[in-house]
């Protein structure tokens, strides 16, 4: 069973920086993306940022030119950097491991379990 484990979330002022942290169980080389996503109360959970296993990067527009995705082998893990936060940021954010299906094993879609990131004066 994969275990991903978020840290670095928490209480920021508009226009401050967090940098979000995700640790995975295994080898992430075994997987064939990662990324982050986030759910504000009462709306869906979306897309922020992902990296496939080739290193290619997608960000959601409303992040472009704030977040950076990254990841680091050696750990087993992957970071979220988030600059020029806005209130509008808030939600809890989850870090998801995925991989592909490969004849006969099936896909698999993992989560961890959150961390909070609330920007307020």
């Known amino acids: 069973q994969v275990q991903l484990v978020e840290s670095g979330g928490g209480l920021v002022q508009p226009g401050g920086s967090l940098n979000l942290a995700c640790t995975a169980s295994?080898?992430?080389?075994?997987?064939?993306?990662m990324g982050w996503y986030r759910q504000a109360p009462g709306k869906e959970r979306d897309k922020v940022a992902t990296?496939?296993?080739?290193?290619?990067?997608s960000y959601a527009d409303s992040v472009k030119g704030r977040f950076t995705i990254s990841r680091d082998k050696a750990k087993n893990a992957v970071y979220l950097q988030m600059n020029s936060l806005e209130p509008e940021d808030t939600a809890v954010y989850y870090c998801?491991?995925?991989?592909?299906?490969?004849?006969?094993?099936?896909?698999?879609?993992?989560w961890g379990q959150g961390t909070q990131v609330t920007v307020s004066s």
């Open positions: 998801n491991a995925y991989t592909l299906p490969l004849y006969p094993l099936p896909a698999n879609d993992y």
């Open positions: 295994r080898n992430i080389s075994t997987f064939n993306g």
């Open positions: 990296i496939t296993k080739s290193g290619t990067t």
